[in-house]
């Protein structure tokens, strides 16, 4: 493990062909991007993408975002060779993933996504249909449009972009490559976009900049927007209104803050 301060990891099985094509894809698009972006992860690839270690990982490295492939069905995702690494029916699995986000490129997994959140997941993006992509030559080829739309979700969360704003732009990627391939490549491109899902209890990427707080004149309250601060003056600390026309005691920008008429 990298250590401690990780707050990515990322499930890269690669054992035949549909786990060797994406792996590599996964690598291409949002493996690199992370190094750009200084963000440190840790990658669960090949031998490593097995069970034991990745409850390892997820105990004992900060973790907020789960993300990658696998193969899988309605209520669980594999790793290498096949060994199950989450499965919605036990409970432990649900217990590891609370408080975590995440992003699942696995046939049918999808369908136990309001599973994982109503136990405590963030949010779950995935599919809850079989996924199909086409293959020529390795590594990208026809395959390069399905992979490409996908990995738009997983890109734009680690530039601090809102899961439900991430569905939406994931979805216009395979809108955009529907339109330009062929229709014999296009009807697959189709059946995953409309197979998308995602349910979420925090519409907010573990990787957006942590709002500037507004701190209160009078204590030591903060508060992450006006209305929030505004509420708080107005049930702490401000006095009934003077009757008109006395002038109020409120600084301008205060009364402009609370929309206050005096």
């Known amino acids: 493990m990298s250590g401690t301060e990780s707050r990515f990891a990322c499930l890269r099985p690669d054992y035949e062909t549909a786990t060797h094509w994406g792996q590599w894809h996964f690598k291409d698009k949002v493996l690199s991007l992370a190094d750009a972006l200084r963000i440190s992860y840790e990658d669960l690839y090949g031998i490593n993408d097995y069970k034991g270690y990745f409850n390892e990982v997820m105990k004992h490295v900060d973790v907020k975002f789960l993300d990658g492939i696998g193969h899988g069905n309605t209520w669980l995702i594999v790793g290498h060779n096949g060994q199950i690494i989450l499965d919605s029916q036990n409970s432990g699995d649900l217990e590891l993933m609370k408080g975590k986000h995440g992003s699942f490129l696995s046939c049918e997994f999808g369908a136990s996504a309001k599973t994982w959140v109503e136990a405590g997941m963030l949010s779950f993006f995935g599919y809850k249909v079989t996924y199909y992509f086409v293959v020529s030559t390795f590594p990208d080829s026809y395959a390069e449009p399905f992979f490409k739309s996908h990995m738009v979700y997983d890109q734009e969360m680690l530039q601090g972009t809102q899961p439900t704003r991430a ?58 927007d006006n209305e929030e601060l505004k509420n708080h003056i107005v049930a702490v600390h401000c006095s009934p209104c003077p009757p008109w026309p006395a002038p109020c005691w409120l600084w301008k920008w205060l009364r402009d803050l609370l929309d206050c008429k005096l």
């Open 167 to 224: 569905f939406q732009k994931c979805g216009d990627a395979y809108d955009r490559e529907i339109l330009q391939q062929p229709d014999w490549i296009a009807r697959y491109l189709i059946n995953d976009r409309d197979g998308m899902t995602l349910e979420y209890s925090e519409d907010r990427s573990p990787f957006a900049p942590e709002p500037q707080k507004l701190k209160c004149p009078w204590s030591d309250f903060e508060a992450t």
